[in-house]
């Protein structure tokens, strides 16, 4: 498959600059900006991009690619602090400027390659503190705007393209055709990354690993499609288990048992432990301890099934390429968000080989390939739902009771939203419970009973969030519905906070 490799600088835009370019079916590769030769010559990359960053280039510390990076002789794209660090590095020179951030014209001077199909202006996203004054020799300006006298540079001798705005982000006109430019026409790329060919290439190359695999089933799509691709394999020496920890919601884990059985031929184990996470949840209240909890009793269960049922050489994960960014694992500046479990968090005996088919997708690409796959509709518009279950939904302690009214009463929620054709524009819509009460009147008796808080949130990635501004007509119903057919429910309440500073979950 032909490659692009992004050189990772530090900029938020970094991975856009990847997701542009599968857009067009040319796989493409976020890697540490420091990457040495030797590995990205292994790569075997048909060009190189480097993203944009927060530093400036005339900061003695500031990142810089591996020296003979331009001697490789491939085609080079710098993008914001790439085309800065490109000026640099052939003897232009780049000066703080004023800030130039937001929308600018850029008036293209020669539109023969890179800035091909362009016209004579397209609208440019600039974010940035420095600029190039003066270009290297053997660099033409290809493109400039009102204070960027070098916002584009090209030495097409040695194909190497420097641009000061970001195509990659959706404010730029036509930034794709710009990417697609230096990709295809400059790189000569070809267009072989499809969903097709990953399937047959990951299924080609984990047909090769021997002895049998564990893969844990949550039923969301991730896991789903990793377990998929593994049976393809490998058949039989997959095994699949399904924990069903009495914390999904309602009728969840018959849900996914039968989804499993009827559709896929994979071996396939449900383990109903909903006695022994409750047990375990009695009389603890603190947040932070039930999902502790939680997440020692799957390994516990795995445990024991690993040992009944193993040996196992391979542990199978739903990872995520994002994922393996943010934990840091590419070591590129962007790095060390976050720990995420799936990758840096295994417990020690565990001791197999991690199995990530998914490691290089983003979340979109392995929708796409759950549906090559047949995995349904249904399963696919689901809405997140945290590991640790209903146990962060439940407020206090985990308790029969509470379980039942959460889990009917974010049924009620969901089946109205999906009636009022809503349920798949909001990215989460779920009923919490707590300890508190209040009073109501059943018949024409006094009753005392739960406060139900309905949350219903708006979001692109879950990192952020706007509460939903649900018509007050599905909020009546909700409500009424939730006072009638919960029982212990007296009254509803509808959040109305949004992330930050609230979070998604109440815990
Ligand atoms: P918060 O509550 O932090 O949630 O705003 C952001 C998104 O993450 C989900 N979430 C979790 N997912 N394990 C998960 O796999 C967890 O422990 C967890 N906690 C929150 C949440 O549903 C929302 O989509």
Not at 420 to 433: E, F, P, R, T
Request: hydrophobic content about 40%; glycine content about 8%.
């Amino acid at each position: 498959m032909d490659k692009i490799v992004v050189l990772d600088f530090g900029s938020q835009y970094s991975h856009l600059i990847c997701r542009r370019i599968r857009e067009f079916s040319v796989y493409a590769e976020l890697v540490p900006f420091d990457i040495s030769l030797e590995e990205l010559k292994k790569l075997n990359p048909k060009g190189i991009i480097f993203s944009g960053g927060p530093a400036s280039v005339y900061n003695n510390d500031s990142p810089k690619p591996k020296t003979g990076i331009f001697d490789i002789g491939l085609p080079v794209l710098g993008i914001c602090y790439g085309h800065q660090l490109i000026v640099n590095n052939f003897g232009g020179k780049v000066k703080r400027a004023n800030k130039e951030y937001g929308s600018s014209s850029l008036t293209v001077d020669n539109d023969s390659d890179l800035l091909f199909g362009m016209g004579k202006s397209i609208r440019a996203w600039m974010s940035h503190g420095d600029a190039a004054e003066k270009i290297p020799d053997g660099f033409d300006i290809i493109g400039h705007t009102e204070s960027s006298h070098a916002a584009a540079i090209a030495n097409k001798q040695k194909l190497i393209y420097g641009i000061q705005f970001h195509p990659e982000v959706v404010h730029t006109e036509k930034g794709t055709e710009i990417l697609r430019n230096f990709v295809i026409n400059i790189c000569r790329a070809k267009q072989d990354w499809t969903i097709e060919n990953f399937i047959e290439t990951t299924v080609t190359e984990i047909s090769k690993i021997d002895g049998n695999v564990l893969c844990g089933i949550s039923g969301g799509v991730d896991s789903t499609v990793t377990a998929l691709l593994i049976q393809k394999a490998i058949g039989n020496r997959l095994k699949c288990v399904f924990v069903d920890n009495g914390l999904l919601r309602l009728n969840e884990g018959q849900e996914v048992e039968t989804m499993f059985k009827n559709n896929f031929a994979v071996n396939f184990t449900h383990i109903n432990a909903k006695e022994r996470f409750l047990e375990r949840l009695k009389g603890i209240t603190d947040p932070e301890q039930k999902r502790k909890i939680v997440g020692e009793e799957f390994v516990q269960i795995f445990t024991e099934f690993a040992e009944k049922n193993g040996p196992f050489k391979w542990l199978a994960q739903g990872t995520l390429y994002p994922d393996v960014i943010e934990s840091g694992v590419s070591k590129g500046p962007a790095s060390v968000i976050k720990t995420h479990h799936n990758v840096g968090g295994l417990p020690s005996w565990f001791n197999m080989q991690v199995l990530e088919p998914l490691r290089f997708l983003y979340k979109d690409e392995v929708r796409k390939v759950a549906r090559a796959l047949g995995v349904s509709d249904k399963l696919l518009n689901r809405h997140p739902f945290p590991g640790p279950g209903l146990a962060v939904r439940i407020i206090g302690e985990v308790t029969e009771k509470k379980l039942q009214i959460c889990k009917i009463a974010s049924k009620i929620v969901e089946d109205e939203l999906v009636a009022a054709n809503l349920n798949d524009k909001v990215w989460q819509a779920y009923a919490a419970v707590g300890d508190d009460k209040a009073v109501g009147v059943v018949g024409d008796e006094r009753k005392y009973g739960h406060i139900v808080t309905v949350r219903v949130v708006d979001s692109i990635d879950g990192m952020t969030a706007d509460w939903t501004r649900l018509p007050a007509n599905i909020l009546e119903k909700i409500s009424n519905r939730i006072t009638n057919e919960v029982e212990d429910a007296v009254w509803v309440s509808y959040v109305i906070s949004s992330k930050p500073p609230a979070t998604i979950e109440p815990q």
